[in-house]
T-cell receptor, first 112, second 114 residues
């Protein structure tokens, strides 16, 4: 599976956009980019995923570069409740045994 | 959105006790369920994968006789930590998915063995 690299920590001002980068230079053609986040003492929460096109939902936007070697998760208006560890995971999309393997993630702190 | 319920949320018990944790998919049928463990200040580590009606597949280093997994239906999987000891104290998290959909996670069970 392709490995991902994320900065260990980031800060963001409340109300501003939070842009979380992820490098996945060895991604293969059938691997999707998934983003999850984990708020302290809770289970991970699914945010968004994509293959090659940019994606947007009610939580966030996912921008994937044309060569698919990196992506950015965008929280358009960060709130204090967005403080969490954000995980970027690359996995094959289809198939029953598509388990998520978690790296260290990025600890995002939203400050007032 | 998809909801995964995990119970209990917290367990404190004596060394040598066996502890059962339940994981339910509330609004979808989960073809596959996963069990993770997370130690303080560390990331989640996959323990095992189970498909309904078949034996679980354990990750390297995870003792199958220690961590018994049963996936008897499309909405329920259980993890039993047998003869638990203090080193088994951890945050156990389950997740569930149906074919071609993202995994959704429960809120975890904090297990403390005295």
């Amino acid at each position: 599976d392709a490995k991902t690299t994320q900065p260990p920590s980031m800060d963001c001002a409340e109300g501003r956009a939070a842009n979380l980068p992820c490098n996945h230079s060895t991604i293969s053609g059938n691997e999707y980019v998934y983003w999850y986040r984990q708020i302290h003492s809770q289970g991970p929460q699914y945010i968004i995923h994509g293959l090659k096109n940019n994606e947007t939902n009610e939580m966030a936007s996912l921008i994937i570069t044309e060569d698919r070697k990196s992506s950015t998760l965008i929280l358009p208006h960060a709130t204090l409740r967005d403080t969490a560890v954000y995980y970027c995971i690359v996995r094959v999309g289809a198939g029953n045994n598509n388990d998520m393997r978690f790296g260290a993630g990025t600890r995002l702190t939203v400050k007032p | 959105g998809a909801v995964v319920s995990q119970h209990p949320s917290r367990v404190i018990c004596k060394s040598g006790t066996s502890v059962k944790i339940e994981c339910r998919s509330l609004d979808f049928q989960a073809t596959t369920m996963f069990w993770y463990r997370q130690f303080p200040k560390q990331s989640l580590m996959l323990m095992a994968t189970s498909n309904e009606g078949s034996k679980a597949t354990y990750e390297q280093g995870v003792e199958k006789d220690k961590f018994l997994i049963n996936h008897a239906s499309l909405t329920l999987s259980t993890l039993t930590v047998t003869s638990a000891h203090p080193e088994d104290s951890s945050f156990y998290i389950c997740s569930a998915r149906t074919f071609n959909q993202p995994q959704h996670f429960g809120d975890g069970t904090r297990l403390s063995i005295l």
